[in-house]
């Protein structure tokens, strides 16, 4: 099987794209994966380090305001529809894929020119720019939660719900986490928090207070990673009040196996990205959520919105995680009935993640190929 692959902007778009290419490796040894990708993007460097080839177009995402620079990047992305029907016809994929951003846009638009089976993974509550105007372009549509489906009606693509597919690691954890487990009385509550691998101001802001509060404490252990921008100032705050010196508390810029530190957490303090939640959802763990007010479309709040319904998260705005973030702890931590409610967050998030997602995945691709050859369409043996 040949496949080629597109998205980027953010590690939202990539990492998806790339899981789906080991899905498919796994289920079909032999695959050959390529990727379309934007130039200077965060997609050639983690493509690369899966060794996988990469083509690059050079494009950005549209201004949020009018500006004449929309002009030149609309002109650029209809130039690369062209470049993308050639990077088509040299690779001859079975199939395309793409999980968002503006860099899928032109190689969508070139495969269904060309009569190529093509795909759409849409990570988030609702659907992004990218893939509502590809969205009768697309053969067929995978959504990771069901509400999303609500704002594709009408599409003339196939619509399916398969879920997030995340990294083995947290699959492990989850077969690990069992019911008799969580329900055992500990000693002590470890929460664990991040906002990302720069790190998030807000977050840094609201944990910083968190750790003065409970720095010392034998019964709470916080692990917090600050992101590379804000380690030493986060650092420096805590040193002015020895929290640096407590046993208890852990900060770091970065945290490289976060499976295994999901697995030991009770309490998990972090952003709402599309991934994060899959994450979370596959460990089943309480988690607080803090959704960033700088992400296009405002997606991570429609996605902690989706939890809070749910009762399967608590959301924090952001302008007011540095007051009402300790209040949220407590609850969880000391308040009557603490255990409990983790409990049922715990419980209600599980449900937001498929354990059987790579099975959907692959069964849909091999399902898009197949209904293509039988209408007939040009397809992939018409670039042969």
């Known amino acids: 099987m040949r496949i080629l692959i597109t998205g980027g902007g953010t590690a939202g778009h990539v990492n998806p794209a790339l899981a789906i290419a080991d899905i498919v490796k796994q289920k079909r040894p032999g695959t050959v994966v390529e990727y379309v990708g934007s130039k200077g993007g965060i997609e050639e460097e983690l493509a690369g380090r899966k060794g996988i080839n990469i083509h690059t177009l050079k494009l950005s995402g549209l201004s ?24 088509i016809r040299e690779f001859k994929p079975d199939i395309v894929i793409g999980t968002g951003g503006y860099v899928c846009w032109p190689c969508i638009r070139a495969a269904s020119a ?19 105007t590809l969205m009768n372009k697309a053969d067929t549509i995978l959504v990771n939660f069901e509400g999303t489906k609500r704002y594709l009606e009408g599409c003339s693509a196939r619509v399916e719900r398969v879920g997030m597919p995340v990294s083995p690691a947290f699959l492990r954890t989850l077969s690990q986490t069992s019911q008799k487990f969580r329900r055992m009385p500990k000693d002590h509550i470890n929460i664990l928090s991040f906002g990302g691998s720069l790190g998030a101001h807000t977050v840094n802001e609201a944990m910083t207070e968190l750790i003065k509060k ?17 380690y030493a100032e986060v650092m420096k705050k805590l040193s002015l009040c020895g929290c640096d010196r407590s046993l ?6 970065y945290i490289y196996d976060m499976a295994d530190k999901m697995k030991n957490a009770d309490i998990v ?24 007010p700088n992400v296009t479309a405002d997606q991570q709040r429609k996605n902690a919105a989706l939890l809070s319904e749910r009762k399967a998260a608590v959301v924090i705005e952001d302008c007011d995680a540095k007051v009402k973030l300790q209040d949220a702890v407590n609850e969880l931590v000391s308040a ?6 983790r409990l049922t967050l715990s419980d209600n998030i599980r449900e937001f993640y498929i354990r059987d997602c790579s099975d959907r995945i692959f069964s849909e691709i091999e399902k898009t190929i197949e209904r293509k050859e039988r209408k007939g369409k ?5 670039l042969r």
């Open 336 to 341: 009557p009935g603490a255990a409990e409610k």
């Open 214 to 230: 409970y720095a010392g404490d034998p019964a709470v252990n916080i692990e917090h990673s600050t992101g590379t921008r804000e």
């Open 114 to 132: 060309l009569g190529v089976p093509s795909m759409l993974h849409e990570s988030n509550a609702q659907p992004g720019f990218a893939v509502r």
């Open 64 to 87: 949020r305001s009018l500006s004449p620079s929309n002009i030149l990047t609309l002109y650029r992305a209809y130039r690369a529809i062209g470049k993308c029907k050639s990077i």
């Open 378 to 382: 040009k397809g992939t043996a018409a």
């Open 269 to 292: 303090i972090c952003r709402s990205g599309a991934s994060t939640i899959a994450e979370l959802a596959a460990c089943a763990k309480a988690a607080i959520l803090i959704p960033s």
């Open 248 to 253: 208890n508390i852990k900060v770091t810029e």
